[in-house]
């Protein structure tokens, strides 16, 4: 029976007793007490806990689950795997264990057609009527074990619903282990379903083998479920998961690409590959992109395992995008979703094994060295100690067992970026330990330098800030409908400390009371404005008056008003009026409101994964960071621009409300990963398509916040692209500045008329930017032609200047030839004083016909042009512009390489310079230009005595 076929039948099995199928919820809950969905009853966890009411008492399902707990067990065991589809049964009042227990045993023997003789059964060790109900239903007292906590008492891991457990085992038979029921070997005896009698609730702390039960829950409740891929593995009679129907093609594929492999079980490398693999799709089709902590390191761990056991495998070519093709083709009748996101899990996938091929390849190097340097240490007994030593002794102290220490796993983690947990996975499968304290406490004393480097006086300030919210309580944020409010000055400060009185000139921050003003938060900028303080105790007797620079969220809900006191004095406990600049908070909750929609299109045009890591939104303007793993090309860009401003032009309303965290995600709310939100949220919608939890200022109506124009893409880390756009009327600015440049540009071309500004059906030259381009199009097209024309005529130059100088060229006396002269200024025939009469004199090539040639091509072309059969050599000088300049070539023959500097460095110097080059060509140069035939006459003698030697050799 096929995966699919079990799934379907375990579904059928349970509507036809009253339950109602449930879709599969995201691999990434919002319960914040996990970072997957690890169970097929997270979903329904508040059923359990009475949070809220379930659709129906009975529910059945089939669900995406991810657990990496057992991430070191992939491959080795028979029953692991990362990701798995639980088949679950679930009931709310409705029924309970007389109920679950035959239906299971029913179902596993009749539906599936498992002899019973083969099934096992274990129970908690305090429950006495489980037992009973399964011999009554033929499994006999010795096939029926009692486990503790650990085994038979579920729970979640974490505070939540639990409760005793019963699961049900399947005996493979001896080939696969020894026998002694599933407490004695798990492999041989494969657990296929577990289960649970949810009545209680678990409390925190403790460990999986004796936690705290610290209440019941509101009703009894049955949550069970049949591991699919096990039942696979049993219906099919194959030896582990990794072989069944959906996973066997792809194992097959990893294998038979498989060369030259240094893993020391092929087998198991390949196991790693596949699960690690089809994990990574899932979470990448339900939106977890490879990041640095959190969910996104869990998945870049996975695929960076995968790529290190493809390489072991000696498959050398990028792999994990075509398997990922594979897991989607082989899962996608269950999980049709897969199939819209398998460009973003190829991409993804890609892009990750990508990057992380360089840094194994190096990282590697670098761990086996220090793998062979730990166990050299710990074979030489006298070899010194430290507090980073390489070698750690067993519990007796006798014996000494080979470790990396802990610097050395932090190096090879902050230097070249090479995870630790590989780094512990390679040094145990040598054999070795990691001293993972020592890293762990360099990586916080890393962390801590860099706190401390991103202040200056590290506490103080925020010190300051909380004493005074403990004092004054949160400042009361009034700006949302109005932009001028009273209120009163509560405390000013320089440097944290507090001020008693702040005078004309002088800076500080202020808190009020309440305010107006938008503290920086969420991405969007401050306000700023002006304030207005009633100081009495002022010498002129008039109202102390502010510039407020800036405002920020400090501790305790302050908001901080950064202030230059532009006239008068001011001190706490003073009334103020603060006015907010309006024009400059309209122009940002433009940019706000635009990013929420831009969000939205980028979502709609890109895929779910496409979510905000990070915004700037400020007067005007708004940069955007998204995640995606591909840049977007021009026509992308243009196309998401076109989408943004038809929603704007459709002027939906924006709509501000608020509600409970839950309620908010229940309604499809996005809440942006990083930020902290309170019990009660607001939310903003613009039109049906944009609904975020945002505490930010916005238009009233969409059309307010146009134009967008797209102004850049970037990118700005691995997996996250940058938007750049412009708002309103910086918008039309640009559009306007843009229009002015294709005046200049039509200006240079010499069109006439203004672009666009000819009538429609005017015939008249340049007046369409398309004419503009059609013009443009054709210089640029004559210019490539007068460039091959002049590059043709510099070639033909050149020859013709070898050809006149190898009329000049001389033999040597032992066979070889060389041509020594002179290229002078504009207006001096070639050659000049030249002792050997080797000059170009009389020659009919005038100086400014050579001139203008780079004398190493000039050199060059010599020796190309010349006999080829014969040592040969060039050496040419001139003077240009006070400096004289020389060039020795040698025809780059292996007696001839490496020998031009050598021979041209006397010469060099004569003309007071020094000489360069490398090989066959050397040049020199100086400003001592009366001496250059002199130098040249001493490169020609150095370069004839070389000749002969090489002739002679």
């Not at 001011?570 to 409101?593: F, K, M, N, Y």
């Not at 998204?626 to 401003?645: I, K, M, T």
């Not at 002027?651 to 990083?674: H, K, M, Y």
């Amino acid at each position: 029976m096929r995966t699919v076929d079990i799934r379907r039948t375990f579904l059928n099995f349970f509507t036809d007793r009253g339950h109602q199928v449930v879709p599969s919820s995201s691999l990434v809950t919002d319960d914040p007490t996990m970072l997957f969905t690890t169970a097929g009853m997270v979903q329904f966890k508040p059923y359990f806990l009475g949070t809220s009411a379930p659709p129906a008492s009975r529910l059945t399902s089939a669900q995406k689950c991810v657990r990496t707990v057992d991430i070191d067990g992939i491959g080795r065991t028979d029953r692991h795997t990362t990701f798995f589809e639980m088949l679950g049964n679930f009931s709310f009042g409705s029924y309970g264990p007389d109920e679950v227990v035959p239906w299971a045993y029913e179902f596993l023997t009749e539906r599936l057609g498992l002899d019973p003789g083969r099934l096992w059964a274990t129970v908690y060790r305090d429950d006495d009527e489980t037992p009973a109900r399964w011999q009554r239903l033929g499994i006999p007292p010795e096939r029926i074990q009692r486990l503790g906590m650990a085994d038979n008492y579920w729970s979640t891991g974490g505070p939540g619903p639990c409760g005793p457990c019963t699961e049900i085992f399947y005996d493979r038979g001896p080939e696969f282990g020894r026998d002694g029921g599933p407490a004695a070997d798990p492999d041989r005896f494969l657990e296929v379903w577990n289960l649970v009698f949810m009545r209680y609730v678990r409390g925190e702390g403790g460990t999986d083998d004796d936690f705290p039960v610290v209440g019941d829950l509101p009703q009894a409740c049955v949550e069970s479920g049949l591991g699919a891929e096990r039942a696979a593995v049993v219906l099919q009679d194959v030896p582990h998961i990794h072989r069944t129907d959906a996973l066997l093609p792809v194992l097959s594929n990893v294998l038979g690409r498989a060369a030259g492999t240094r893993s020391r079980s092929p087998e198991l490398s390949a196991r790693i590959v596949v699960d690690h693999v089809r994990a990574a799709a899932f979470l990448l089709a339900d939106g977890v992109l490879p990041g640095p902590d959190g969910r996104g390191y869990v998945l870049r761990r996975l695929v960076r395992r995968a790529v290190r056991h493809a390489r072991l495998l000696g498959v050398g070519s990028p792999i994990l995008a075509d398997l990922a093709d594979q897991v989607i083709d082989t899962h996608v009748e269950s999980w049709p979703e897969l199939s819209g996101h398998r460009a973003l899990v190829r991409q993804a996938v890609a892009h990750e094994e990508e990057a992380f091929g360089r840094t194994l390849t190096h990282g590697t190097r670098l761990l086996d060295t220090a793998i062979r340097r730990a166990r050299a240490e710990t074979r030489t007994p006298e070899s010194s100690e430290s507090s980073e030593s390489s070698e750690s002794s067993g519990p007796s102290g006798s014996s000494r067992r080979p470790a990396l220490s802990g610097r050395t796993a932090f190096e090879l983690h902050d230097t070249y970026g090479f995870p630790v947990d590989l780094t512990v996975e390679v040094a145990a499968e040598a054999g070795l330990t990691v001293d993972t304290d020592r890293f762990a406490a360099l990586m916080e004393d890393q962390r801590e330098r860099a706190r401390q480097a991103r202040t200056s006086a590290p506490g103080d300030v925020d010190v300051s800030y909380r004493i005074l919210a403990e004092r004054h309580g949160p400042t009361r944020f009034v700006g949302y409908d109005r932009h001028e409010s009273d209120g009163t000055v509560l405390a000013l400060l320089r440097d944290g400390r507090e001020l008693a009185v702040a005078t004309e000139g002088e800076r500080c921050t202020l808190v009020l009371d309440r305010t107006p003003m938008y503290a920086e938060s969420g991405g969007q900028v401050g306000d700023t404005g002006t304030i207005r303080v009633s100081s009495g105790s002022s010498r002129s007797g008039d109202d102390a008056r502010l510039r407020v620079l800036d405002t920020r969220r400090g501790p305790g809900g302050l908001h901080v008003h950064e202030v230059e006191v532009v006239h008068g004095e001011l001190r706490p406990g003073e009334p103020a009026r603060t006015t907010v600049d309006v024009q400059r908070r309209q122009a940002t909750a433009r940019s706000h409101s635009a990013t929420h929609v831009l969000h939205a299109v980028l979502r709609e045009y890109l895929g779910d994964h496409a979510r905000q890591q990070g915004s700037l939104v400020a007067p005007g303007r708004l940069r955007f960071d998204v995640s995606h793993f591909a840049p977007l090309d021009p026509g992308q860009v243009r196309a998401v621009e076109e989408e943004v401003n038809q929603r704007l032009l459709a002027d939906p309303e924006v709509r501000v409300w608020e509600t409970s965290q839950d309620e908010a995600r229940a309604a499809g709310a996005i809440a942006l990963f990083g930020e902290t939100y309170g019990e009660v949220v607001r939310v903003v919608d613009i039109g049906d398509y944009s609904r975020e939890l945002c505490g930010g200022t916005h238009v009233g109506h969409a059309s307010a916040a146009g134009p967008v124009r797209i102004v850049g893409e970037s990118s700005v880390g691995a997996g996250v692209r940058r938007l750049e756009a412009l708002t309103g009327v910086d918008a039309l600015r640009y559009a306007d500045h843009e229009h002015r440049l294709l005046e200049q540009i039509q200006d240079l071309l010499g069109g006439s008329g203004r672009p666009g500004s000819g009538r429609p059906g005017s015939a008249g030259p340049g007046r369409s930017p398309d004419r503009i381009l059609d013009q443009l199009r054709r210089r640029l097209t004559d210019l490539a032609d007068a460039e091959r024309e002049l590059g043709r005529r510099r070639r033909a130059d050149l020859l013709a200047g070898a050809d006149c100088l190898l009329g000049r060229r001389r033999d040597t006396a032992s066979g070889g030839w060389l041509v020594a002269s002179r290229v002078d200024e504009p207006g001096v025939e070639a050659g000049g004083v030249d002792p050997r009469g080797s000059g170009l004199r009389g020659s009919g090539l005038r100086g400014s016909g050579l001139r203008d040639l780079d004398l190493r091509e000039l050199a060059q072309a010599v020796l190309e042009r010349g006999p080829r059969d014969r040592p040969a050599g060039v050496v040419l000088a001139r003077a240009v512009d006070g400096r004289a300049q020389l060039v020795l070539a040698v025809d780059p023959s292996p007696a001839g390489r490496g020998a031009a500097k050598e021979l041209l460095t006397p010469a060099g110097r004569a003309i007071g310079g020094g000489a360069g080059g490398n090989g066959s060509f050397a040049h020199a140069g100086g400003r001592e230009v009366d001496r250059l035939d002199t130098a040249l006459a001493l490169a020609t003698d150095r370069l004839t005595e070389h000749l002969d030697a090489t002739a002679g050799a």
